[in-house]
């Protein structure tokens, strides 16, 4: 039967390490030419192959404060991990809780929290920016850690994917876990945490990247430089300059706000996949 | 299934209080008071207000930037679903064909995923960089003068580029786990009956995946109204001439560049309408007609 074709196979093969390779392109001049020297770079086009500047390029980085920044690439890089494990475990937390009370817990009014909730999935925050903004300064969380976070965690993704998870614990295991005398925080912890472990940690890889990814709301809270996050800088590198782009800085820049969350998407594939997927249903 | 914990009063409202007071405080507050500012005007200073009824949906609608800017939308989040969609599709395809290293391409293709719009948009900015940029020297050898400062076109195509190579990857997750759920009996039976791969695909698995191809295309306009603010903002600023600003581009810039407020929360209200309107639309409408 001619079901399978080996000249077929060769040539998705062939396509598909073709297309590996030009995905790769961007990143892998980016961090070319972040080990060449300003001067370097400028005497001809885009280096293929690394120079002799990478170690003294990442260490100024790293160290010294960046004009044009008023800080050092180190002191965004930490911000960017506050905001994204604050946002990620944030939002995490609030969702387990309020999607355990609805599908677990009668109560008056439920309904009406569930859309209540349900409707922020259908307004992200760049839409409501300005009105967002002005609570945000009302509250006086302007360059602050909560304020970089909290107003990101106002969305239901992940209390709607719990929610889907939990409507499939069978009622059998909650009534045998209540004869044998467990409370409703008893069974949170003992039994549905445990059970929703591969779920949330699918979880914390989607909202890790999405906390680590945001733009529009940290450009807009924070004017001190101790608060402002890695990609967000990049913008400022690249306007900063009077005449010349400083490439090696701002490629050098971009390259280390992309090794964590790609550290993290690669360490965490099979749940990140399973998150990805289930958040279809 | 009924709620298994009946008896407990005070216990939901516990759970719930987290989530509720930070939806109601960075949701409803903000959403509401766009709303409200949507309908008054303020002086330059922003120290009175009066109440204006229509005039700044009117003033919006009446200014020919904000259709250039809705054109512009549409043109991009098209491009970038089509482009994003079908190389995604074409690659998947290919990847469960070959089915050892499917999981290996999945590896290498999954990444672009995890790097932020706008650090995608820099990676982008240097490719096509006008004087040390490898793809524009490459092009300005062929004699296409490349400079996406002056020329819109380029500019809309370059964050085109930029937004799709970064969500290519995030459709094909879904193709591939849509793809390897086909049953092999009925490509099988289908082969028995002599249907070559390319009358197998077009007959079996397509029909089979457009559950998946509508869901991305939702997302797909998603990101591309409102998550690419990042790759706008750093590639083009908007520009030039107004070339790259899509509609959320165009809230911000007449809001926290421009200071006008009405005019932005009037425009935030539009937006919010058309969103709502647009997601009740392809549920209602569209989801029926895609086979399951």
Redesign the interface.
Known sequence: ???R?PG??RL??A??AV??LL?L???W??FT?STHTLGA??S???P?WFGEAGWDNYRHLLSGSIGGLGTDVLTLLINSTIMALGIAIGKI???V??A????????PF?RL?FW??FI?L???V???????F???AD?GLLDSYAGLI??L????TA?FLLRQFY?TIP?EL??AA?IDGAG??RFLRDILLPLSKTNLAALFVIMF?YG??Q??WP??ITNDADYLTI??S??RL?TSADGL?P?QN??AT?VL??LP??A???LM?RY??KG??DS?K | MSAPFQRHRITPWILMAPQLGIVLVFFFWPALQAIEQAFYVEDAFGLSREFAGLVNFKAVLSDPTYYQAAGTTLIFSLAVAVGAMSIALLLAVMADRVIRGARVYRTLLVWPYAVAPAVAGVLWLFLFDPTLGLISGLLGNMGIEWDHKLNGAQALALVIMASIWKQMSYNFVFFLAALQSVPNSLLEAAAIDRAGPWRRFWTITFPLLSPTAFFLLVMNSVYAFFETFGTIDTVTSGGPGGATTTLVYKVYQDGFVGQDMGASAAQSVLLMALVGGLTWFQFRYVEKKVQY
């Open positions: 039967m001619h079901y074709r077929l196979d998705s093969h396509l598909l297309c590996c995905f392109l961007p990143v001049l980016a030419a770079l400028y001809q086009t885009a293929l937390a609030i969702s809780l309020a355990y009370a609805i599908v677990f817990f009668d109560f439920r929290c209540l909730i922020t259908m307004l992200p760049e839409v409501r920016i300005l009105p967002t002005e609570v945000v509250l909290l107003p965690i106002a969305s239901a209390t409507l009622p909650v009534e209540r409703p925080w990247l680590w990814n733009y529009l450009l807009l990609v967000v990049l913008k690249l782009v490439w701002v490629t971009a706000a992309m969350p790609i993290v998407i690669l594939q990140f996949v990805l997927v279809e």
